[in-house]
């Protein structure tokens, strides 16, 4: 069965300003799996979003790339009018939904850039094309990537790795190589986050950071990699959460006019949709009204509201600002056109691949499904290009691979000491994990401690000690650094000479808080945490 788009003239003002709203939703089918209670509605609540209220579309986090598939094809039925479905997945569907494809953060790419130029743009367009393709197989038809933003702070604890580079030069050229790749799928591509978070220390989850930097400044480093993303066809901007009094003084980026009208709109002269950054996040959500921040973000010149907080208050709210005369009904219209031309893109590019996009279901069965989801998704040459780029940018300092023979003559026994943020959050270890799985088949036995872990909770005894770290810059971590309690443990071992070596997964810019290293210890860097790097990192280092 097919649906295509109704024609505009049909919709009433309620359901043109729903269609400007895309909700957060739980990749996973049931209600009692839902991990995130306070933005991911129940089955009864979405339901009535996507029927009742008519909302246009849904951003999804949490479940398998096949359980994806099956949430999609639902959540298309239920909605009156076809969804933009969309995921946070910068670094490949695998990043967010087990088993398709998953990638090093964008910054090792960056890192091939300084040394081969025309390499790393060819890694980049892959991943580009590998992440849209997997996308539109599991029925996601927006991707929000890529990055853009100039990442030359390293204390960013925000974007870090997530960026393509720390100039706007290399991020241009790869977050362009980027969108190139997915162009030869029915997706959307989104460069984020206008107009430029990679110079801040503060997390805009947790609250509103501030870029004092002069126009000038925005225009010579934070400026061209957007303008090169929109040269390239970018199908969608995203706003930062950013004060920049510069531009405004008084809102910050996502709910300002002068940046996102004068500045995007006006002056880059974007054409295609404008999306906020989530309003949920704690640097507007910390600072507006529930309902206050949509009708600003409306007025700014956003077309989609990402998340708001209260989505059938934000489009009642907006509805009155409507009919008070406050925005224009041919405001809401514009954006409404642009968001059908958007859905067009993706209905249209699906029908001629022959596959399900935004308002197309499959005729095949769960057979024919399953059949194409394991012929499109973490193929054997996609596997290798990402086993390429971690070899490519791994790191390794002293003597490889540890000679553990010699170790026999040493009395201590041998540890594996594994540090993490969270342990709760931790979907890249187990049992059967390189990370674990290796150390332990040559004799190591196991220690995992996250940030809440006091250090007297460990034994730390006479041990030989491989010490572990896995550590980067991630949303709502609000640290860019390695945590106290990696440093800890790390001073503790260097200083008793239990420290055999060292294997640091993520940040370059952590890695550095722990060198340079006594010439008998051996380190392997990896921008990677997936346990693909962890096999390469550890194949390194390890005696096989």
């Known amino acids: 069965m097919k649906r295509s788009l109704p024609d505009l003239e049909t919709l009433c003002l309620k359901e043109q300003v729903a269609q400007m709203v895309v909700v957060r ?9 839902i991990q995130y209670p306070q933005w991911e509605p129940p089955t009864a609540k979405l339901q009535y979003w996507l029927e009742h209220l008519g909302v246009g579309g849904v951003i999804l986090l949490g479940g398998s790339a096949g359980e994806i598939a099956l949430r999609s094809q639902q959540l298309q039925n239920w909605a009156k009018i076809p969804l933009l479905i969309a995921a946070d997945i910068e670094e490949g569907v695998g990043q967010r939904f087990s088993g398709a494809t998953a990638f090093p953060p964008p910054m090792a790419i960056s890192a091939i850039a300084n040394k081969n130029l025309s390499l790393a743009q060819h890694y980049a ?21 890529p990055v853009v933003d100039v990442n030359n702070n390293p204390d960013n604890p925000v974007i870090n790795v997530r960026a393509f580079g720390e100039t706007p030069e290399i991020v ?74 510069s531009w405004d003084a ?18 880059l002269g974007f054409e295609k949709l404008i999306v906020t950054d989530a309003l949920v996040m704690g640097a507007i959500a910390n600072h507006y009204g529930t309902n206050v921040a949509p009708v600003l973000a409306v007025e700014a010149g956003a077309d989609i509201l990402l998340m708001p907080i209260d989505p059938e208050g934000a489009i009642q709210a907006i509805c009155e600002a409507v009919e008070s005369g406050r925005i224009s009904a041919e405001r809401i219209r514009a954006s409404v056109e642009r968001i059908w031309q958007a859905k067009l893109k993706v209905s249209r590019g699906a029908e001629e691949r022959g596959s399900r996009g935004a308002g197309e279901q499959r005729s095949g069965g769960v057979g024919e499904q399953e059949v194409r989801l394991r012929f499109e998704l973490a193929q054997a040459d996609t596997l290798a290009t990402v086993d390429n780029i971690l070899r490519e940018t791994q790191l390794v300092y002293g003597s490889v691979p540890l000679q553990l023979e010699i170790s026999a003559t ?30 332990a088949q040559l004799g190591y036995t196991t220690n995992l401690i996250d940030l809440h872990t006091p250090i007297s909770a460990i034994p730390a005894g006479n041990q030989l000690t491989l010490l572990q770290l896995f550590i980067r810059g991630n949303p709502f971590r609000g640290s860019a650094g390695t945590t106290q309690v990696a440093q800890d443990w790390f001073k503790k071992l260097l200083h008793s000479g239990n420290l055999q070596a060292l294997v640091v997964y993520g940040s370059p810019y952590v890695l550095a808080q722990f060198l340079p290293l006594p010439p008998e210890v ?9 346990p693909a790097a962890q096999a390469i990192a550890l194949n390194t280092l390890l005696p096989t």
Request: proline share 7%; aromatic share 6%.
């Open 125 to 145: 367009t892959q991943m580009g094309a590998i992440t849209a393709q997997e996308a539109l197989a599991i029925g996601v038809n927006w991707v929000l990537a």
């Open 522 to 530: 051996p380190c392997v860097f990896s921008y990677g945490q997936m």
């Open 410 to 439: 040493d009395s201590r026994p041998l540890c594996n000491l594994i540090v993490v943020d969270n342990l709760l959050a931790c979907d890249f270890l187990g049992q059967h994990t390189e990370a674990i799985a290796l150390p």
């Open 172 to 245: 241009s050229k790869l977050a362009t190589a980027f969108i190139q790749g997915a162009k030869a799928y029915p997706v959307l591509t989104t460069a984020k986050h206008f107009p430029g978070h990679g110079d801040t220390a503060t997390d805009s989850h947790l609250d509103l950071p501030v870029l004092p930097h002069s126009a000038a400044r925005l225009a010579s480093v934070e400026l061209p990699p957007f303008e090169s993303a929109i040269a390239a066809g970018v199908d969608a901007v995203m706003s930062a959460h950013l004060l920049i009094p």
């Open 250 to 267: 008084q809102q910050p980026a996502t709910l300002s006019e002068p940046i996102l009208t004068q500045q995007l709109r006006q002056k």
């Open 25 to 33: 939703a739980s990749g996973y089918l049931f209600d009692h799996q």
